[in-house]
């Protein structure tokens, strides 16, 4: 059955104005199956295809003689000899919405972007599914932390309780996943990284050691919602800092994890210069670090970093799919102060920090104050968490449910 997804009124849109549209995102997050789910008579090309590819690289005016527009093409960022030939033909033509693109890797493909098609397409990403797509729950207007708007989206919402969240969490988002029990989701994930990660690092990043790689990886996951020590992964993996910062790098291009940097500013003295290290899929992360039920994973001594990166992960797709103009960043000063989450966002700060607790120590929002001194005012905030409901802590915060997001 196919689950609806948060970005496909933005993705309409898009097509409806630019003449390419550009889907990014992991491998098997369900890039195609939406644009084939949107589609009307629409041809479609996948440059998995081996023969295709050639064509497409060898001959690309042969390669659009014989697929012509409207049409999908599949994993784009194979064959950049297309680019200028889309850029000839979205020229032509006044008709928007020819060309329905998906790449999954991110940063080689905007370089021919901008360099062919700078003006003539939109780009936005697909992550894996959020708990309210799951959950077959749309939310009426975008994420505002104001207490009536935050009330709203609470009438809206699915119940949940610790079991449900951490089910999620230990899941994750990958389509294929959803239906799957235990041994299914173990075989699901151990595929995956042979057959499309690893393929992956080896064509795009030029990975030739498996082994020290695959403790990479393993690293990463174990070091999931901390502080970037890259030291520390090198040890662990048994590779030199340069090669850990460059397959760090080429993680972050095919999507499997995200870097949340410090906040910078001036006014406010920081100690942090290390970014935050999150996976946008916490079902491979746990996978990765062999947590083996969701039982396991709520007793463990992980399971606020795991709640962390789930509320981190769910807090983007739902700003990216409403089309905020938004900055994340975390906060740490000289007296070791963190704020998890400074939101900039229509000229204000919103700070949020997250709990796994249900009632959470109210007097956390008073690092807030931070704020007062800086030169962007602060919006409202408060402690996303697993509160049953939107509680009050002052005039500017909240107990924020997971739900809601």
Known sequence: ????????????????????????????????????????????????????????????????????????????????????????????????????????????????????????????????????????????????????????????????????????????????????????RSLYFSSYIDTYLMRDVTTAGGVTDEMRFRKFLTACAANTSQQLNLANLAMLAEISQPTAKAWLSLLERLHIIYLLTPYANNKLKRLAKAPKLYFWDTGLCSYLAKWLSVDTLINGNASGYYFENFVVAELIKDLEYHSANYDLSYFRDSNSKEIDIFLECEGKIHPLEIKLSASPDKREVKKYSVLDTNSIPRGNGGIICMSPAVIPIDSCDCYIPINIL
Not at 103 to 110: A, R
Not at 154 to 174: C, H, R, Y
């Open 1 to 184: 059955m196919y689950i609806h997804r948060s970005l496909e009124p933005k993705f309409l849109k898009m097509s409806a104005f630019f003449k390419a549209v550009l889907v990014t995102g992991a491998r098997q997050v369900g890039k195609t199956t939406m644009l084939k789910h949107l589609s009307k008579n629409r041809t479609y090309v996948s440059l998995d295809d081996v023969d295709t590819l050639t064509l497409a690289k060898e001959d690309p005016k042969l390669f659009f003689m014989r697929y012509k527009p409207p049409i999908i093409i599949d994993e784009v960022q194979k064959a950049p000899e297309l680019f200028p030939y889309i850029k000839i033909l979205c020229d032509e033509s006044e008709e928007a919405g020819l060309f329905w693109l998906t790449g999954s890797e991110q940063f080689s493909m905007m370089k021919n972007i901008t360099e062919s098609l700078a003006g003539r397409i939109g780009i936005m990403s697909l992550y894996p599914l959020s708990m309210s797509e799951i959950n077959n729950v749309t939310f009426d207007d975008p994420l505002d932390f104001t207490i009536d708007a935050l009330v709203k989206r609470e009438s809206q919402a699915k119940p949940f309780d610790l079991n449900s969240v951490f089910t999620q969490i230990w899941k994750g988002g990958m389509p294929q996943v959803q239906n799957a029990d235990s041994e299914q």
